[in-house]
């Protein structure tokens, strides 16, 4: 599984264009994702990141960073024993290959905002 490219508003995996925001779980891609507050990431919006159990979940926050976390989310998943990672989009998918490559889809999660 390698993210290929990044771009404001689309992002290409596996040869595969993505235009809406997305999760990858367990080398899965989970296009179309909502979240329930916006641009704030809350534990009901990640519970199936939270259910697969990775080792560390990528955020990728936006071209420019405009999702957050809600206070308390980082907490919550580090509680769980899940690391949390979260940059501007572009940083978060290298880190996302980066890590892969090391660990393995099962171990890393991303979650990210596609454009603003």
């Known amino acids: 599984m390698v ?29 179309n994702w909502w979240r329930s507050k916006g641009h704030e990431v809350v534990p009901s919006d990640i519970e199936d990141i939270m259910a697969a159990g990775p080792d560390i979940v990528i955020f990728g926050t936006g071209a420019s960073g405009m999702m957050k976390l809600a206070p308390g989310l980082s ?3 580090t509680d769980k024993g899940i690391k949390v990672i979260a940059l501007p989009t572009e940083l978060a998918a290298k880190k996302f290959n980066e890590l892969v490559s090391r660990l393995s889809p099962a ?5 990210a905002h596609l454009t603003c």
């Not at 993210?3 to 264009?17: A, T």
């Not at 171990?107 to 979650?111: D, N, P, S, T």
Request: no cysteine.
């Open 3 to 31: 993210i290929e490219s990044y771009r404001f508003g689309q992002m290409v995996i596996d040869k595969k264009v993505y235009t809406s925001d997305l999760k990858i779980i367990k080398g899965i891609v989970k296009n």
């Open 107 to 111: 171990k890393v999660a991303f979650a």
């Open 75 to 77: 907490k919550l998943l």
